[in-house]
């Protein structure tokens, strides 16, 4: 660890042999040593953001708009990011945080009151376990899992230790999707029956990129984690791990878990009795094992003996707006960056994207955009009906229940998280086994297919040791 407002070379590589040599595999340390702490609603509460390069820095920008909010911490495995990062902050006049290379090391500190994580999402959910096993609370991004039985262990940690754990699927906070729902609930359109995701984001060629000597001041070990050690590659690092399934879910897990999660909570439904999918890479020739256009069914069979359907799709390049999602004139202003501005609608012209989701019922349909406004249309015309556009915050709220300790206050508990990414798991998994898939959603088991239950088990890649996710939490 080191307190200063840059690492060197040398107290990098210290601190990763210091953390290696004095801590065991997760199931050996014991972090409930640390007496839970109540905060007052004037209390200041002391965050360390872990993972800097992307979407771990709009948490920093978020929680330091926050009153009593204060970035105590830092954590990355590159100390690049982490310097460039400290830098940043100083120049927002922010209080200098305590740095670490090994989250580890940062549970230790008692100081810190939760930890918001924005690692890859190979790392997500092991990181969050330690996070509720140390006593502290938990922002973990979406996707909250890389596979189901690591977003099943993550809720009973969540549960065993009492932490409030939120997932960062955003539209959960977002005040006009909150009254787009309960007008669905409402009835506003009838019956709804059916949902569609929609994630329609333009993506380039990553190219190939060949294997090379890991930059300097990057600790791989930690960076790999749970996944199995490869040699270095651009493209199976920075961002672009999104398409390497050791580390990611493609596109369906990262911009489209939001939509998903929506179309779930529309269609008001948990886990499928069905899915179907079929897609592919598409056009490029390049290191993307991902696909880059799927489409994928779900089947819901509901206790009144009725179905519900939903769909999803993602497509890479050429699309239209279907529903006005992603027409400037949709409702709702430009989309801050910690929401996902490329769901935002673009006033230039060129490659636009359709990030959103659309409701059917017997009375009409409602769209909304993924992240601020919805619009409705009536009857057989499809006169317009409401429309609503208004922002919301998921780290003020996530803030909020860290004080009062009403986790049933989360507006994106992990329980729902870990739902909708279980659906999300078994849509990759019916397109990588190239079948239909049966489930059971009280066992949250594939009926009669052992492969599909290993793909869910650990991702069809296993845990490389010491980062395991712990089969007892």
Known sequence: ?????????????????????????????????????????????????????????????????????????????????????????????????????????????????????????????????????????????????????????????????????????????????????????????????????????WRKSIGKTPQEAVPAGVNYDLWTGPAPMKPYTKNRFHYNWHWIWDTGNGDFGNQGIHELDAARWGLDVKFPNKVSAIGGHFMFDDDQETPNTLNIAYQFDMPDGKRKMMEFEVRHWISNHEALIGEPSFGGGEVPVALGNAAAPKKSKGPQNTIGNIFYGSKGYLAMNGYDAYRTWLGEDQEPGPSAAKEGNNWANFIDCVRSRKKENLNAPVEEGHISCTLLHLGNAAYRLGRTLNFDPSTEQVIGDDEANRMLRDGDRGYRAPYVVPEEV
Request: aromatic share 6%; charged share 25%.
């Open 1 to 201: 660890m080191t307190k200063e407002s840059n690492i060197t070379r040398r107290e990098f590589l210290q601190s990763s042999a210091k953390t290696g040599a004095g801590m065991a595999a997760l199931g050996g340390i014991s972090f409930l040593a640390h007496p839970q702490k109540v905060l007052g609603a004037n209390d200041r509460v002391r965050i360390c953001v872990v993972g800097l390069h992307g979407q771990g820095w709009a948490h920093v920008e978020e929680y330091s708009k926050l009153k009593n909010v204060e970035i105590a911490a830092v954590c990355d495995v590159d100390e690049n990011v982490l310097n460039q990062r400290l830098a940043e902050m100083a120049k927002k006049n922010l209080p200098k945080p305590q740095t670490f290379v090994d989250l580890r090391k940062a549970l230790e500190e008692k100081s810190i009151d939760a930890i918001s994580i924005a690692t890859p999402n190979h790392w997500h959910s092991l990181q969050a376990i330690w996070g509720c096993q140390a006593g502290k609370d938990v922002y973990v991004e979406k996707p909250c899992s890389h596979n189901w039985f690591e977003g099943r262990q993550l809720v009973r940690a969540a549960q065993k230790y009492n932490r409030v754990v939120q997932h960062g699927t955003n539209s959960r906070s977002g005040e006009a999707i909150i009254d787009g729902m309960k007008k669905l609930r409402d009835g506003l359109i009838g019956e709804v029956y059916l949902s569609r995701g929609l994630c329609f984001k």
